[in-house]
């Protein structure tokens, strides 16, 4: 496939445009929590654990100048932001669930079991 610009960035295919748009550590946990409710920025903080209220608020700004969520503020004291998932966010779960599930794959292979081995990856009829 050619390579191709969009928004002044080019890419070398649409898999290097997808990553860097959810790609990183904490935009598909983001959009994974975002799939089932609202959720507010300290909600957000507290259920990630280990990044900061200024990387956390990053990540925020980047999926919604990209269309992936909303953000609405409410003009109280104190300042309410909720955060939602968009329809265009939605298209992203599925291959989030397709990454999970490799991860999950990736994860028994490397550190197989007692009660299940992990099979090796098919290496055609000679196994070599």
Do not use: C
């Not at 309410?80 to 298209?91: F, N, P, Q, S």
């Not at 490799?102 to 090796?120: F, I, K, L, M, Q």
């Amino acid at each position: 496939m050619p390579s191709f610009e969009l928004r002044g960035k080019s890419y070398n295919n649409p898999v290097e445009l997808a990553l860097d748009v959810i790609g990183g550590k904490w935009k598909m946990p983001i959009l994974w929590r975002l799939k089932d409710r609202v959720w507010r920025h300290g909600e957000l903080r507290r259920s990630l654990g280990r990044t900061t209220a200024k990387m956390l608020t990053q990540q925020l700004r980047e999926l919604e100048a990209d269309g992936l969520l909303t953000r609405t503020v409410y003009a109280e004291v104190p300042p309410r932001v909720d955060y939602e998932i968009t329809e265009l966010g939605r298209t992203t779960l599925e291959p989030i669930r397709a990454l999970q599930a490799w991860g999950r794959t990736y994860r028994a292979y490397v550190e197989p079991t007692a009660d299940a081995p992990a099979a090796a990856p098919d290496q055609g009829a000679s196994g070599a």
